[in-house]
DNA sequence: CACTTTAGTTGCATATTGCAACTAAAATTT
DNA sequence: AAATTTTAGTTGCAATATGCAACTAAAGTG
């Protein structure tokens, strides 16, 4: 995977891999609404082009931020999967709504906010190992199906 | 200012104002090197092309998330400044620069990460407020020589 | 009054994103 | 087992964003 740098700043580095218009969402199409597979994540709200979602999970795993594997009886179907790197962006993600929630809602009208907000500020560290163990048990479901 | 959003989703929408390759790489410009004017932003590390810091200041102030004005005694210089709606994106610098130190390590040798990590670590809220109260402190300074 | 600084603009090339139609293999239905 | 549907893409083309390099105009400086 070529990497490509722009300077030696980590902000503006960690911005060279996840500043775009796509990656974050799908890593929340993943992290937050249980899609795993390209017609569910292609089926979301966002529209997401079937071309721009072919090249942006490629690229995901060539960053190793997702992981692509099949089912032993379905040789269809891939699973798309979070690898650690990928999940930690969950911080990323909290903050990315609370400051929606904070700044949208009066110039988005139709912004669509539950009681998140809420239980990140009652206890942030909780919510994201809650979103992390939640979404590691689910994908060992779904790949481990036994054990 | 014609904000465009995909759609309802929180996440996806401050993407849609935050998500592409250089807004948040300005507000870093601003915030954590302390540079205030068209020409220290283009000398960065960066090496921004004039024309897209143009756009992107542009847009940005559009989106209230910097302001632009001029000092009394001089009417060549602009002093761009962040809002608070633009100084409330500094959580979401904390967290790329975290992200950054935990996984780009390896693959950018040159990065450059400072002791801010274990600052972090250590109290985050407060190296937020910190960030936040020195560069009001600053800005006002520039902006409000006297007083 | 010449020179430099500041904040851009302009023209053109390349890269990214987006749309719509199409495809091929695997799985499912009849 | 043949036809249909599902899954995961590909392909061609248009539009938008980003990038490079040279240029400019107004303001400030020596």
Redesign the pocket.
Known sequence: MEYNF?CTCPITSALDVVG???ILVIVKLMLLEGRY????M?ESDE???????????KLMEGYELIR?EKLP???????YSLTDRGLSLTPLIIELTLWSDAHLKDVHDTLKIGNEVELINHDREGVIAAIKSQYLAKMKDILNPDT
């Open positions: 722009r775009d218009r796509w597979t390209f017609n569910t292609k529209g997401i082009a079937t071309n721009i979602l072919t090249a942006k999970l692509k009886n379905n040789k269809k179907t891939n699973i």
